[in-house]
């Protein structure tokens, strides 16, 4: 893992649950068109599920060969399976969004970028569900650039990635933008933005914080008049920060079974997210064999868990990924108010995708 921080890329999404009275208009014009066409919103429930897909490193498909399963499990185990569990959670989750936190696929394995992405992206086009990806630190080590990935993933189906937002020209990376999700269908907030997702990745560390302060100070000022509190948010990049290294296991949910693969340089991000005070919940990938989930000064940070079967891990450890649930108020007149809670858990790939470690990330 060390080369790994020489080409340190800082890959973030981050979600403004916010529900609102006020029009969409001002967040509205500075989002893309992309978005307005496939819209996010809460279902008919109440409830919008989020999806995080963590280091699937796709390179070839059948002939790449998994690492890091038990000895009788290697024969027969190729990339195949780390799509075949994709589509398995897909069906079994439901989820209203599917993000994708970096090393989608593994770029030095990987003979053609473009087969490898459509490959590893392929059960997510098929289901029909919104996807949104961000790049990790191996994705651009194949055929395709860092810009030349992001172009590509830009233009499949059902994605709401971005390329970069069209109002800032000095940020140094690709795929930077906002996503936002409407109230339920047919209730008084189905036009109304309900959660903003700030989608960004950039290269390098210093310009971490500044990114940190356009995008979520950015979304925060969106925020809309009406709220009464901050909103809840939450935030998905690649790399962990430092700060995940303030946990040990009397005070986080999950395993620690590597040391923290963060930049040795703290760029400030968890300080600007502290500030801003409405992101409630951190989301990255990585280091493959850490799930934990740790609360620090308010806010979650958590691991996905290793997604991919041509990724390192550890045999005899499932592969995994993690569902977060954000729930609304049901009101009175038996319409939908705020965001209520915020509520996570794993699934392992095994034969009942058993759920572990569901916890209570925030509450109203
Ligand atoms: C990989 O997929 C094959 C074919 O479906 C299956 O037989 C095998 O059990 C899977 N291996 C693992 C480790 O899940
Ligand atoms: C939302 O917009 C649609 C289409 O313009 C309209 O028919 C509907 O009445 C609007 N809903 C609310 C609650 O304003
Ligand atoms: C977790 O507990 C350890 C002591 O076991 C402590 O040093 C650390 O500060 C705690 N972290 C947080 C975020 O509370």
Known sequence: MANIHLVMAAVVVVLLVSLSSTSTSASASAISTKQQKQSLRFSEKGEFRILQVADMHYADGKTTPCKDVLPQQFEGCSDLNTTAFLRRIIAAVKPHLIVFTGDNIFGLDAKDAVYSLNAAFSPAVSSDIPWAAVLGNHDQESTLSRAGVMKHIVGMKHTLSQFNPPEVDNIDGFGNYNLEVRGVEGSAFENKSVALFNIFCALGRG????????????????????????????AYFHIPLPDFASFDSSNFTGVKQQG????????????????????????????????????????????????????????GWDRRARVVAASLEKTENGGWGGVKSIKTRKHLDNQLLTAVDAQVLWSH
């Open 207 to 234: 310009k971490l914080k500044d990114l940190a302060q356009y995008f979520v100070l950015r979304a925060y000022k969106n925020k809309p008049e009406a709220q009464e509190a901050p909103a809840p948010g939450l």
């Open 260 to 315: 923290i693969g963060s930049a040795s340089v703290n760029s400030g991000f968890f300080t600007t997210m502290a500030e801003a005070g409405d992101v409630k919940a951190v989301f990255v990938g990585h280091d493959h064999i850490n799930d934990f989930c740790g609360e620090l000064a308010g806010i979650h940070l958590c691991y996905g868990g290793g997604f991919g079967y041509h990724a390192y891990g550890k045999a």
